[in-house]
């Protein structure tokens, strides 16, 4: 029963991420890649907890590994474009082989620094109707999600889902250990994120937002990343345990308990005012000015769930997903 009913909701997560991604014009959609994580890790869920964490220890180390063999790929590739750059600058003929690296740089740094095609392919998408930009943006958001999803679901969400598995069975997730537990998260957690975070912040400074930069930063990235997640988590807990903020508190856990609609309403929001079909306000925002429309719907989700929950027993896409999961209507109103 349990199993029938976890795969389901899995599967209807899954569904809601796929139109997430093609119809609700968002690339960067999770739901599609937790639904998978979550099939997966269903078989894992009753190992030790010292497996879950030697687990991700060592699929981090892989994604580390492989990080380091990247960034050195990219001084390689750099090194044989500039080279053929510079013969075919002096009025050589290149070889096919040296065409190829000129043409495998240029692939490297678009991901990086958008082509001017791809500056007005986005402009097109973004000023144009909705079938449009479904249509535009379908085969990249596909890719995406798709063709780099091995890379993602095992070397990157999987070792983190089994940290965070670990640490509930641990009793950490729930506030049930010393205060002192907490404390150290944070202090260690911080102490080596920020300063991981700021030598990867200068890396790239330094190349001017160049590809060898980033490719260096992402060197200790999954180090850095780690130990912010384990000081974010430390502050959070302890705050929770010492009942600071407890209005805050509960505010912030009836956007959680709306996770999935407040995430939805989010795309639904930002397609509104940036589309075409909209209010057309793409490239309309600096993008310190972006940060005041992301304070404004952080605050109405802080204000509309605590008000929906008081009368209503879920979200409505939660209610929608857990009707869908048990196959049964579900009671609404409290």
């Not at 740094?109 to 249509?135: C, K, L, M």
């Not at 780099?148 to 889902?161: E, H, K, S, V």
């Amino acid at each position: 029963m349990a199993a029938d009913v976890h795969f389901r909701r899995m599967l209807w997560m899954m569904l809601a991420g796929i139109i997430h991604w093609s119809l609700l014009l968002w690339y960067g959609e999770i739901l599609f890649a937790y639904s998978l994580c979550g099939l997966l890790l269903f078989a894992l869920r009753k190992l030790p907890v010292r497996t879950h964490l030697l687990l991700a220890g060592a699929l981090l180390l892989g994604s580390v590994a492989m990080n380091y063999a990247h960034s050195s790929s990219v001084i390689e590739m750099q090194a044989a474009a500039d080279a053929a750059q510079a013969a075919q600058a002096a009025g050589g003929k290149i070889t096919p082989e040296q065409g190829k690296a000129i043409e495998a740089w240029k692939e490297e740094q678009s991901h990086i620094t958008p082509t001017p095609e791809d500056v007005a392919n986005q402009r097109a998408w973004h000023s144009g109707s909705y079938w449009n930009a479904v249509t535009g943006q379908l085969p990249g958001t596909y890719a995406f999600q798709w063709i780099g999803a091995p890379y993602w679901l095992i070397f990157d969400m999987i070792p983190f889902m089994l940290i965070g598995m670990a640490l509930l069975r641990l009793g950490v997730l729930g506030a049930e250990r010393p205060a002192r537990t907490y404390l150290l998260m944070m202090v260690g957690g911080y102490g080596i994120g920020l300063a991981l975070g700021m030598r990867e912040l200068d890396l790239i400074l330094a190349s001017n937002f160049s590809v060898p930069g980033f490719a260096a930063a992402s060197e200790t990235y999954q180090f850095s990343r780690l130990a912010m997640v384990m000081g974010h988590l430390g502050l959070l807990l302890l705050a929770i345990r010492s009942g600071w903020l407890a209005g805050l508190q509960r505010a912030l856990g009836a956007v959680g308990q709306m996770a999935l609609t407040n995430y939805l309403m989010q795309t639904l929001i930002t397609m509104l005012l940036f589309y075409g079909f909209g209010f057309g306000l793409y490239e309309h925002f600096e993008r310190y000015q972006l940060y005041g429309v992301v304070a404004a719907i952080w605050l109405a989700e802080l204000v509309w769930s605590p008000l929906w929950l008081a009368r209503f027993r879920f979200g409505p896409f939660e209610w929608l997903w857990r009707s869908l999961t048990y196959w049964q209507r579900q009671p609404m109103r409290i």
